[in-house]
Nanobody, 121 residues
Framework: QVQLVESGGGLVQAGGSLRLSCTAS????????MGWYRQAPGKQRNVVAS???????EYGDSAKGRFTISGDNAKKTVYLQMNNLQPEDTAIYYC???????????????WGQGTEVTVSS
């Protein structure tokens, strides 16, 4: 089975930075696309940033100019560098990967368990 393990969350003051990481485990899998989502208390889960199958980054409005997504398909790892964090960035951050395997009929979507980011003012 495929598991995504995230790390890098924590408590930071406004204006600070954090770097999130997420690595997929599983034998003979291929990662097609990667992304980061976040969910604040009482709100829906929204996309923060993603890497398409061609490696192009796409950003949600909240991330533009402050966050950078990068990935290493060989390592099955996606990163999110977050700069100039603000209290409104406080949320649980989830990584999401679209993964395939030659024995599967179709690709599948997997989610990490979430890592908490808290930004104090």
């Amino acid at each position: 089975q495929v598991q995504l393990v995230e790390s890098g969350g924590g408590l930071v003051q406004a204006g600070g930075s954090l770097r999130l990481s997420c690595t997929a485990s599983g034998s003979a899998i291929t990662v097609i696309a990667m992304g980061w989502y976040r969910q604040a208390p009482g709100k829906q889960r929204n996309v923060v940033a993603s890497l398409t199958s061609s490696g192009m980054p796409e950003y949600g409005d909240s991330a533009k100019g402050r966050f950078t997504i990068s990935g290493d398909n060989a390592k099955k790892t996606v990163y999110l560098q977050m700069n100039n964090l603000q209290p409104e960035d406080t949320a649980i951050y989830y990584c999401r990967m679209i993964v395939t395997k030659n024995t599967w009929i179709a690709p599948s979507i997997f989610w990490g368990q979430g890592t908490e980011v808290t930004v104090s003012s």
